[in-house]
Nanobody, 122 residues
Framework: QVQLVQSAGGLVQAGGSLRLSCTAS????????MAWFRQAPGKERGFVGA????????RYADSVTGRFTISRDNAMNTVYLQMNSLKVEDTAVYYC???????????????WGQGTQVTVSS
């Protein structure tokens, strides 16, 4: 089992920045691919970004490329999502997730954080 605990989100103005973190406990964090997903009201949960175990492989959704950065610190068992140039349409509940294989599909991820609300105001 892997337990994922996310930091608080927040309210930020458009154009601002926010960093989310997700800390793992249980099994060896460095064994897992990590990802962030988000779900806006009335929409399905969608892929935001993923990172492999050694941080030399990353992938982002087109909508966040150039604005969001995913990173991890295996010594701290933590994955981060740095969000810059935030837009109103980035408003959603954000989830971190862990998987034992590379994927951008939420169905591949076995372990999930509790979710955190990010609200971007205009």
């Amino acid at each position: 089992q892997v337990q994922l605990v996310q930091s608080a989100g927040g309210l930020v103005q458009a154009g601002g920045s926010l960093r989310l973190s997700c800390t793992a406990s249980g099994r060896t964090f460095s064994n897992y691919y990590m990802a962030w997903f988000r779900q806006a009201p009335g929409k399905e949960r969608g892929f935001v970004g993923a990172i492999n175990q050694s941080s030399d492989g990353k992938r982002y959704a087109d909508s966040v490329t150039g604005r969001f950065t995913i990173s991890r610190d295996n010594a701290m068992n933590t994955v981060y999502l740095q969000m810059n140039s935030l837009k109103v349409e980035d408003t959603a509940v954000y989830y971190c997730a862990a998987a034992d294989r590379w994927s951008t599909n939420s169905r591949s991820y076995e372990y999930w954080g509790q979710g955190t609300q990010v609200t971007v105001s205009s």
